[in-house]
């Protein structure tokens, strides 16, 4: 018989043992925060990050936030100052993200923080999210885990309700207690801004609250004070069958360039690989950037969305 699909396990440590297994291995698992439920892979591994875009259908990438057990393990991620350090000792575990300088060579897919050069953290107060944390022994990337366009699960059931099959395991411990995403706050050269209104507030936080972020609902938008999109600094074109000029190309299946998304025409590859490829594009010697044409299917809409953005700049 063949195990339906998506598993639904309660909380123990035969649960835990099996998410850990299953995050180790690239796979997605939805994990309950204090917040809401979230759909976890492993934060070092770009074709697992690659599918949680998969799972949700999201038409286009965001940085994720990055779940780690303690503030030892998000300093080795990301450079702390004293506010930060500050706020991290006063909030966590708790439903406060940091958005921080990230560290050069930690090893986190270019994928979760969108290629840019700063990174959202946060030690989740909850023990089944702690729990595999520890067991897996990875920072574990999770946005919340629906798909797109639809509200935030505090439930298990939500979940199975919204993703179905697209995860394989959920694990199952009970309503989330805040039921709306964490606070997030900007410390990357800025002193603290507030990003996303959250279950921890401005005046707990001692800083103003962002009017232009200042409400509070169920499809709370990207922050605006800071660049949440990496882009190339060079001219890019796309659809490119061919190189044309000193243009460095980046292939896709057939198409081969100075570089590939994926050889072998695989979206959850060329997703894993994209924001690695444009880094690379623009640290070499050309000029100009030219990308293969990527099918519009699944998570390649993703992919494309993100390089029409950084084609018209
Ligand atoms: O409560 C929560 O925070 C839930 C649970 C599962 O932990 N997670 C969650 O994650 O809401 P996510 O990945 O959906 O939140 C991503 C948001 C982005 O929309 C963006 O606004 C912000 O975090 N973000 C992430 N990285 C950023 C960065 N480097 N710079 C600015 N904003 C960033
Ligand atoms: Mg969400």
């Avoid at 270019?110 to 700063?118: F, P, S, W």
């Amino acid at each position: 018989m063949v195990a339906q699909l998506p598993q639904i396990l309660p909380f123990d440590d035969v649960a835990v043992a099996v998410a850990a297994r299953l995050l180790r291995a690239g796979e997605i698992v939805a994990i309950p925060t204090e917040t809401v439920y979230g759909l976890a892979a492993d934060a070092t591994n770009a074709e697992a990050v690659a599918r949680i875009y998969a799972a949700k259908g999201r038409p286009s990438f965001n940085p994720l936030i990055v779940h780690v057990l303690d503030l030892t393990a998000a300093e080795q991620i990301a450079q702390f100052d004293d506010a930060a350090r500050a706020l991290a000792t006063r909030w966590w575990p708790g439903p406060l993200t940091l958005v921080l300088p990230l560290h050069p060579e930690t090893g986190i897919a270019g994928l979760v923080t969108a290629g840019l050069d700063t990174i959202a953290l946060r030690v989740p107060a909850h023990r089944a999210m702690q729990a595999v944390l520890q067991a897996s022994g990875k920072p574990l990337a999770a946005p919340s885990a629906n798909a797109s366009n639809a509200i935030s699960p505090t439930r298990a059931s939500h979940v199975a309700a919204s993703l179905g099959a697209r995860v394989p395991l959920i694990l199952d411990d009970g309503p989330t207690t805040a039921g709306v995403e964490s606070t997030i706050v900007g410390l990357a050269g800025n002193g603290g801004v507030i990003l996303r209104p959250g279950p921890i507030t401005a005046e707990q936080l001692g800083l103003s609250a962002s009017p232009r972020n200042a409400q509070v609902g169920a499809h709370i938008t990207a922050p605006g004070q800071l660049a949440t999109h990496y882009a190339p600094a060079k001219p890019l074109r796309l659809d490119a069958a061919a190189r044309a000029g000193d243009e460095w190309l980046i292939g896709f299946g057939t198409i081969t360039g100075d570089d590939t998304l994926s050889a072998t025409g695989d979206l959850i590859e060329a997703a894993a690989r994209l924001f690695d490829a444009l880094h690379r594009a623009d640290a070499s010697p050309a000029d100009h950037i030219a990308v293969a044409p990527i099918p519009e299917d699944g998570i390649g809409a993703a992919i494309n969305d993100r390089l029409r953005r950084a084609a018209h700049r």
